[in-house]
């Protein structure tokens, strides 16, 4: 019983999915349901002036004029909120969906009761049933919403309703919104796992699986990007890691493993996970947009005393160009020589070390 409820719980609050798997999946949200709502009231908008106008020739929709003029007004404001709303604005776009999704109920309860009480309802049972499959969220939310709407229009409908039509509206309302809220819960299941193997799909191709920070795939595809993420400057680090290839063959790969581990969550600390980057078997590479040099220096320097400390050392080679004048061609090379430049005098040192001791 208690699996049962577990269960019904999860697919009620994460559609079935794990708070973790849910919050991985968010930003896909908040893009669909932007670009949906979007969409959708720009069409809902032109609908409606097609109806504004038609009824100026046809009687039969002459008395929802002004449902249709107020309407189409609301949806305008919901449209300018839509996009207003960045990232940094899930709830309020969250609250705009819902409006929308009520607004567009409210107009269909008012035209299935207020400008049509002798007939049967058909747009709010519409509506109902395809309104919720355009916008994903938690599903209690969605059925809490349906279930408001069947609420307000039984109301509505016992209030207004001519009687030989009212029981037929009042079960066909609790039937198709049981179906609405069974539906949409069981569509925002499958997006949400579609979006979820997507997900998990770019991760692991954007992703050093040994290290678990990016990989070249991912350095490849962002390379040119960062140009335009600075406003004053940008510093290109260029990491190797020295004695990899004796490590592997006189400790095993696994210590050489655990070698690259520790250098990739090492820069990854200091740097950030967003810019550090595994580009090859042991060179690494960290970006500092608009980064204080000073403060960039002492990061180099901790990432080294800390390497050290676990008798490993690196190759550093870094540097930068001020907003304006960056080439990243340039920049790279740049660090990449001077990257060299300090892996050659560390085997120099090295070598001179081994002939002291013979």
């Given at each position: 019983m208690k699996n049962i409820i577990d269960k019904m719980k999860n697919t009620l609050l994460?559609?079935?999915?794990?708070?973790?798997?849910?919050?991985?999946?968010?930003?896909?949200?908040?893009?669909?349901?932007?670009?949906?709502?979007?969409?959708?009231?720009?069409?809902?908008?032109?609908?409606?002036?097609?109806?504004?106008?038609?009824?100026?020739?046809?009687?039969?929709?002459?008395?929802?004029?002004?449902?249709?003029?107020?309407?189409?007004?609301i949806v305008i404001g919901i449209d300018a909120v839509a996009k207003f709303c960045g990232k940094d604005h899930p709830v309020l776009l969250l609250a705009d969906v819902y409006v929308f999704i009520s607004i567009l109920f409210i107009f269909g309860?008012?035209?299935?009761?207020?400008?049509?009480?002798?007939?049967?309802?058909?747009?709010?049972?519409?509506?109902?049933?395809?309104?919720?499959?355009?916008?994903?969220?938690?599903?209690?939310?969605?059925?809490?919403?349906?279930?408001?709407?069947?609420?307000?229009?039984?109301?509505?409908?016992?209030?207004?309703?001519?009687?030989?039509?009212?029981?037929?509206?009042?079960?066909?309302?609790?039937?198709f919104g049981a179906i609405s809220a069974i539906v949409s819960t069981y569509m925002m299941g499958v997006k949400c796992?579609?979006?979820?193997?997507?997900?998990?799909?770019?991760?692991?191709?954007?992703?050093?699986?040994?290290?678990?920070?990016?990989?070249?795939?991912?350095?490849?595809?962002?390379?040119l990007t960062y140009a335009k993420r600075c406003q004053q400057s940008l510093t290109y680090i260029f990491v190797d890691v020295n004695g990899l290839h004796e490590m592997n063959n006189t400790k095993g790969h696994e210590a050489g493993d655990r070698m690259l581990q520790f250098v990739a969550d090492t820069l990854q600390k200091q740097f950030g996970k967003e810019h550090t980057y595994r580009i090859g078997g042991d060179e690494f590479v960290?970006?500092?947009?608009?980064?204080?040099?000073?403060?960039?220096?002492?990061?180099?320097?901790?990432?080294?005393?800390?390497?050290?400390?676990?008798?490993?050392?690196?190759?550093?080679?870094?540097?930068?160009?001020?907003?304006?004048?960056?080439?990243?061609k340039t920049l790279v090379a740049s660090a990449e020589k001077r990257m060299y430049e300090e892996k050659h005098l560390f085997y120099q040192r090295k070598g001179i070390e081994r002939g002291e001791r013979r």
């Open positions: 994460r559609a079935g999915l794990s708070e973790k798997e849910w919050e991985l999946i968010e930003t896909e949200h908040f893009i669909s349901n932007r670009q949906n709502l979007l969409i959708y009231s720009k069409i809902t908008f032109v609908f409606l002036l097609i109806m504004f106008f038609v009824s100026f020739f046809s009687s039969d929709v002459e008395s929802n004029r002004w449902i249709y003029l107020g309407t189409m007004i309860i008012i035209l299935g009761t207020v400008t049509r009480p002798d007939e049967q309802t058909v747009t709010f049972i519409a509506l109902m049933l395809t309104v919720p499959l355009l916008f994903t969220d938690r599903p209690i939310r969605m059925i809490c919403c349906i279930g408001v709407y069947v609420i307000v229009f039984v109301i509505t409908a016992v209030n207004i309703k001519v009687e030989y039509v009212l029981t037929a509206d009042v079960i066909d309302a609790c039937i796992q579609r979006s979820l193997f997507e997900r998990q799909v770019a991760v692991m191709s954007e992703t050093d699986l040994l290290t678990g920070i990016r990989n070249r795939n991912s350095y490849e595809q962002n390379l960290a970006f500092v947009p608009d980064g204080d040099q000073d403060q960039i220096r002492k990061k180099l320097e901790k990432v080294i005393s800390a390497v050290e400390e676990n008798d490993y050392h690196v190759s550093v080679g870094y540097d930068t160009h001020l907003y304006g004048e960056i080439d990243m």
